[in-house]
């Protein structure tokens, strides 16, 4: 296999456990932070999505794909200058509007960005304020794969990278591979 594992369907790789290690540095200033932690891809439930003024026929707005798609919690501890916080985020991934594709929300239901793993790789760019987030994600097998983050702006000037390992309960097969 090459560099990058291809993967058939973004949500059904996703799905799960994860254990999550990501470096947060500030090119600007110099400064370093570690988050260590789990995210969990689960189910979507009722409740899960924003209905206000939303589209009934669009899956990321609770249309008929709403039991489709994936909770994402992520829960951890972030250590910046020698100081531990504990930290969490919650994102909805929904199905794509192309087969195997997924589009990631916020919290409250705004868009993120899209994902599309069918080659192994992906980058997205999320415009905010005056502010680029340029994500490119890479899977490199089955367990492990990884979103490198380049955040520019007239204050920020930051890379996070991620590393994901998915947790094994030893009853798992291939998930969403060719």
Known sequence: MGEFWPVRDALTYLAGTWQVRRTVRDLAGD??????????????????????????????????????????????TFVWQGVARPAERTLRFLPG????TALVRFSDGRPFHDLDL??????????????????EFTVRDEDHWRTVW??????????????????RTGT???QGVP
């Open 97 to 100: 509007t192309e087969q195997g």
């Open 31 to 76: 400064g370093e932070g570690r988050f260590t932690g789990a995210t969990l891809f689960g189910p979507l439930q009722d409740g899960d999505l924003p209905l206000s003024g939303a589209d009934p026929t669009l899956p990321e707005t609770g249309g008929p794909l709403r039991d489709r798609g994936l909770l994402h919690h992520e829960a951890g």
């Open 150 to 167: 380049r955040v520019r702006g007239p204050a920020k000037d930051l890379v996070l990278t991620t590393d994901y390992t998915r947790e």
């Open 118 to 135: 069918a080659t192994g790789r992906y980058v997205a760019d999320h415009p905010c304020s005056a502010d680029l987030y340029r994500g």
């Open 172 to 174: 798992e097969g291939r």
